[in-house]
C-alpha cells in the first residue's frame, strides 16, 4: 500500500528554522517527482516546492525562495524541507505529495497525512 509519512512540524519562533522529512513506501519512490504543499487555515492549499525525480531540478514558491530548500535521497525513500528564517506566515498544515506523469492518462498523486508547523512568539 503506498503511503507517504511526514515528520518534524512542530512550534519554532520567528526567525527558526524546521526541517520537514516524509518517508515514503509502498511504490517505486525514484521514478516520482517530489513535492511539498502548505494549507494554512481559511486558505487554499499551495505548491512549497518540488523536485524531479533524480534530483536535478528544484522549484519553488515565489514566498519562500532563499528560505527553504528541498531535497531528497532515492536511497532511502525520503524527501525533506529545510525551512530557515520562517516567518508567522509560514504556519500552515504541510503536505508531501508524490506525482507520477503520465503521456496519456492523469497522473498518479499520493498525499501524505500533514504536519502542522506554527510559527510564532
Known amino acids: 500500500q503506498e503511503q507517504l509519512v511526514e515528520s518534524g512540524g512542530g512550534l519554532v519562533q520567528p526567525g527558526g528554522s524546521l526541517r520537514l522529512s516524509c518517508a515514503a513506501s509502498?511504490?517505486?519512490?525514484?521514478?516520482?517527482?517530489m513535492s511539498w504543499y502548505r494549507q494554512a487555515p481559511g486558505k487554499e492549499r499551495e505548491l512549497v516546492a518540488r523536485?524531479?525525480?533524480?534530483?536535478?531540478?528544484?522549484n519553488y514558491a515565489d514566498s519562500v525562495k532563499g528560505r527553504f530548500s528541498i531535497s531528497r535521497d532515492n536511497a532511502k525513500n525520503a524527501v525533506y524541507l529545510q525551512m530557515n528564517s520562517l516567518k508567522p506566515e509560514d504556519t500552515a498544515v504541510y503536505y508531501c505529495?508524490?506525482?507520477?506523469?503520465?503521456?496519456?492518462?492523469?497522473?498518479?498523486?499520493?498525499w501524505g497525512q500533514g504536519t502542522q508547523v506554527t510559527v510564532s512568539s
Open positions: 505529495n508524490a506525482q507520477l506523469s503520465r503521456i496519456i492518462e492523469p497522473p498518479i498523486d499520493y
Open positions: 509502498g511504490f517505486t519512490f525514484s521514478i516520482y517527482a
Open positions: 523536485i524531479t525525480s533524480s534530483g536535478t531540478s528544484t
